[in-house]
């Protein structure tokens, strides 16, 4: 082979080399961005009257300058206050509703929170779970000065799951979680759909070192540990449970397999498998008392450890 032709193949072999690598690296910018860097409008909210409810409205301020939407359904005395944060996309918090009636007729009181740039919600940039915690700190300052001495419990489904794990492993006052549907690391979830997509195995496991990079530039170094994987091992005897779609299209039962494959990722972490494909898994939702089996296993939770 003459020396043109090895210099055209090691030419060509490094237009394609870089080429690859430049799109591996933009991709994540190209497809997490229209995604994020945006205030999300939810197509359905939910009025508490509809299921009898008088709630009171508030205006919570996080510690980085979001004015956060909230309500309280106020219980005197309530055995535990649990605090309902909304997913990405779906569901808002205002889906909850029928949880915070059922929950209010065994004694707990109810705090839902719009997630910052959701909403009701102040801002413009959804932040993946890697600054969610402060909008969940503010609720939790909220319990604590109106319900002094009430256990505090996280429940979100989606990003409200991830929000809830990762607040309460940088949170020590709240007494425990409740989780559906929470990813395990942005990375993980991106992998997952570009394989899950049709993209070959070896291509979406390498896109995860571009995925890291992106997150990292976009929300600074400390969200490599702002993830349920790592924040899960910091509820040491606090208790969890985590709840997921055996066949879950949105989020892959892979997520939750992540997120408790730590021998420390708690001594009372519950895990409940579901089977189907509904990624909030209960067959009714907006009315969980249609829902015996699932509204059943949260409340043996809450009555066992609050």
Do not use: C
């Amino acid at each position: 082979m003459g020396k043109t032709m090895k210099l055209l193949i090691l030419v060509a072999t490094f237009v394609v080399v870089t080429g690859s690598l430049m799109i591996m690296a933009f991709l994540p910018h190209l497809a997490t961005g229209s995604v994020i860097n945006r205030h999300i409008d939810f197509e359905v909210v939910y009025d508490p009257k509809d299921w009898g409810l008088d709630v009171k409205a508030l205006s919570l301020e996080t510690e980085d300058g979001y004015t956060l939407a909230a309500w309280d359904l106020e219980v005197p005395e309530p055995k535990a206050v649990v605090i309902f944060l909304g997913g990405l996309t779906h569901p808002p918090v205002s889906a909850f509703w029928g949880h915070a009636r059922l929950l209010a007729e065994q004694g707990y009181g109810s705090v839902l929170i719009e997630l910052r740039s959701h909403g009701e919600s102040s801002g413009t940039q959804v932040y993946l779970g890697f600054a969610e915690h402060l909008d969940l700190l503010a609720g939790l300052q909220y319990v604590k000065s109106h319900y002094p001495g009430a256990p505090i419990v996280a429940f979100g489904a989606d990003l409200g799951g991830v929000t809830a794990i990762n607040g309460a492993g940088l949170n020590p006052d709240i007494g425990g979680v409740i989780s559906i549907g929470a990813f395990s690391s942005w990375a993980d979830l991106f992998t997952d759909n570009l394989y899950f997509s049709g993209a070959p195995l070896a291509f979406a496991l390498a896109e995860k070192p571009f995925v890291n990079l992106y997150t990292v530039i976009k929300f600074g170094w400390e969200s490599v540990q702002l993830n349920p994987k790592k924040q899960i091992t910091n509820l040491a005897k606090r208790p969890a449970l985590l709840i997921h779609a055996e066949d879950d299209a949105l989020v892959s039962v892979l997520n939750l397999e992540r997120i408790t494959a730590s021998p420390r990722s708690g001594e009372q972490v519950e895990i409940w498998i579901r089977p189907g494909e509904e990624h909030l898994v209960s067959t009714d939702f907006l009315h969980p008392e249609n829902d015996p089996e699932y509204i059943g296993r949260i409340f043996d939770f809450l009555d066992r450890h609050f």
